[in-house]
């Protein structure tokens, strides 16, 4: 009998040994992917906007036609998402409508952009993107963009602008003059 108590004591022994050991291994598992899916966000490219004002005529002229609403930050052309996506890096600094994003000043996640895209249009070489930017004051921007490559885009305007529920409100809001003048000439 002193036997099998000894072997029943050695295999308990044995079994909680490997049971902590993949416990630990499932440990340092789970805590290394929550440090790398919450790494902070580092900055964008620094976009320059040009410091001559745009006229309010020449800003309803830009939302003329028939643009394709963008509900997707991935499907704004390429050289606009670059201005939006982190510098080196992949990931996006603006997130997706209905999405999570850093409204206040609390930084309870620093992995989470603090942009949020509202939606966004583009017809022929023109793109504008419409968003939602946290921080100490939560604000509506709009900014516009002119494609010249694949590769390449000049910011055109950005101010202050919104929310607008769709293209036909932002127009309206430009046509009242309720889009703000230029903010400050730098992005990120």
């Avoid at 929550?34 to 830009?62: C, H, M, N, T, Y």
């Avoid at 963008?70 to 704004?76: E, F, G, P, Q």
């Avoid at 966004?120 to 100490?136: I, K, N, P, T, W």
């Avoid at 000049?154 to 046509?175: F, H, M, T």
Wanted: proline content about 6%.
């Amino acid at each position: 009998m002193a036997k099998v108590r000894k072997s029943v004591i050695a295999a308990v022994l044995v079994g909680t040994a490997v049971g902590t050991a993949l416990l630990v291994s499932l440990a340092f598992l789970v805590a290394h992917r929550w440090k790398a899916a919450s790494k902070p966000l580092g900055d964008g490219p620094l976009v320059e906007f040009p410091i001559a004002e745009i006229s309010p005529l020449a800003r309803q002229r830009f939302l003329d036609g028939d643009f394709k609403t963008i509900k997707d930050v991935t499907a704004l052309p390429r050289p606009v998402l670059q201005a939006f996506t982190e510098q080196g890096g992949s990931r996006l600094l603006m997130a997706n409508p209905e999405k999570n994003f850093l409204a206040t000043d609390v930084i309870y996640d620093s992995s989470l952009p603090r942009k949020r895209l509202i939606f966004a249009g583009v017809l022929d070489d023109r793109c504008f993107v419409h968003y939602e930017q946290g921080g100490r004051g939560h604000i509506y921007m709009l900014v516009f963009f002119r494609v010249t490559s694949k590769d390449s885009m000049e910011p055109l305007w950005r101010g202050y602008c919104g929310p607008a529920a769709n293209i036909q409100d932002l127009r309206s809001e430009v046509l009242k003059g309720q889009c703000s003048e230029p903010v400050p000439q730098g992005m990120r």
